[in-house]
Every structure is written in structure tokens, then in C-alpha cells.
């Protein structure tokens, strides 16, 4: 097994801009403590055939670092590291997944195959990570300008399709979707279709996550789900 050396992409650190507010906080929060190596080792172990990795690219997104690697074989997958402030530790990750596997199993939207991933940062890797099949395509923003008019139609009505596969889906309770075997309390946790269950709300605004900001002044803890009445919904805003 061989491993790609380090480039001039440095794999902890946000490179892709500033802040006019708070940069120091902001990059500091985005800062990723983790075993480059280690991950670099394990992309190759879920790549049948795969002896060392040929490229890879940094992209920093939202809440997450990604990493695109290309093995030796050919092979294409994506890494998703979360950072500081994607929202509660553990808690995001695990519902991250378990929405992708819900949807995957009740719709037929076509996402990413998730190959491997972990919730808990004491792992090898030394942080929380996704691990996915590569989409292959083009964006739709690249193409939509040189569509005819039917085409765009067709497209429309194919992803107002798949969409409302997603809409059709009823639960009972407003939160999040996790594994059912999550450790939660039973009074945070209800059960969902079995292999899920609906947990607290994870987004980012209900844990105080926001860079140099405290959404509760008055350190009153948030109503984080799950509601099943819309009384209580009304509490988490």
C-alpha cells in the first residue's frame, strides 16, 4: 500500500477565503485535528484492487471539509469531514447517515452509496467522517442554458418526481432521523420503521454552533425535539 505524499493542499486548515468578521474564529473553527494518513488508508481499503491513491482535491463546503480521492484502479470517492460548528458531535453525523439510508430505502432518489462512516472521533482516523461513491455527471447549471425548452420540461417534471417522493413521506414528530440504536434517552428518542428512530432536531441554530455568537442569551436550554404537536413545534423557533 502506498500512500499519495502530502501536496501543497494542506488537509486541517480552511485555505478557500476570509472574513471580514470574526476570521480568526472562523478559521479556527473549521480546523480539523485528524489522521491524514489513516483516512488516506482507508479510502484505499474500500477500493477493491486499490494500492495507493493518485490524486486528491480539497473542497471546503458549508459544514464539512471534502476530500475527493482517485486510487490507482480508477476509482472515485468522497470524504466528508465535519467541522466545529456542523452542529452537535456525534449527533450530526449519525443523522446525516441515517437520513441518506432512510431515504435510499423508502424513495428511489438516486444518492451516493454511503462506504463507510463513523460517529465517534476516537476512531483511527481520529475524527467523525462519511465516506461515499463519487457522483458522476455534470451540474444542471452547466447544461440548463443550452437545453431546448422540452428539455428542460422533462427535467423539471423528472426532479419534481423524484421530490415529491420525499414530500409524500409522513412522520409523526418533528426532529431529526437517527439509527435506532443511538444512545439517546428514551424520553429524547421515539422509534421509526425500525432500523430508525426521530431524535432531536440537530441543526446547527438549536446547539449554539454559530462562530462567535450565543443564540441563548438567558441559558435557557432550546426545545430541541422531537415535537409531535404543533404547540410544541412552536417552541423550537
Not at 125 to 137: D, T
Not at 211 to 227: F, I, L, W
Request: glycine share 6%.
Amino acid at each position: 500500500m502506498t500512500l499519495l505524499k502530502a501536496n501543497h493542499l494542506d488537509p486541517h486548515t480552511y485555505t478557500s477565503g476570509r472574513w471580514l468578521r470574526h476570521n480568526d474564529l472562523e478559521i479556527d473553527s473549521r480546523y480539523i485535528t485528524f489522521d491524514f494518513d489513516a483516512l488516506c488508508r482507508r479510502v484505499i481499503e474500500l477500493c477493491p484492487g486499490a494500492t495507493s491513491i493518485a490524486t486528491y482535491d480539497k473542497k471546503e463546503g458549508g459544514f464539512n471539509r471534502v476530500f475527493i480521492f482517485s486510487t490507482n484502479n480508477a476509482e472515485t470517492v468522497v470524504a466528508r469531514l465535519p467541522f466545529a460548528l456542523a452542529g452537535p458531535p456525534c449527533l450530526a453525523t449519525n443523522s446525516e447517515v441515517a437520513t441518506i439510508k432512510y431515504l435510499q430505502t423508502n424513495t428511489s432518489i438516486p444518492i451516493p452509496k454511503i462506504l463507510d462512516w463513523s460517529d465517534d472521533p476516537s476512531n483511527a482516523i481520529g475524527s467523525e467522517y462519511i465516506i461515499m461513491e463519487h457522483a458522476v455527471g455534470t451540474q444542471l447549471h452547466h447544461k440548463w442554458p443550452t437545453m431546448a425548452i422540452d428539455q428542460q420540461i422533462s427535467c423539471i417534471d423528472a426532479i419534481y418526481r423524484k421530490l415529491k417522493e420525499v414530500v409524500d413521506i409522513k412522520f409523526w414528530a418533528y426532529g431529526s432521523v437517527y439509527f435506532a440504536d443511538i444512545s439517546l434517552d428514551s424520553a429524547t428518542k421515539r422509534p421509526l420503521n425500525g432500523n430508525f428512530s426521530i431524535g432531536p432536531h440537530c441543526g446547527s441554530r438549536y446547539w449554539d454552533c454559530n462562530v462567535g455568537e450565543s443564540m441563548y442569551y438567558h441559558k435557557t436550554k432550546p426545545n430541541r425535539g422531537p415535537c409531535k404537536f404543533v404547540v410544541k413545534l412552536s417552541h423550537l423557533c
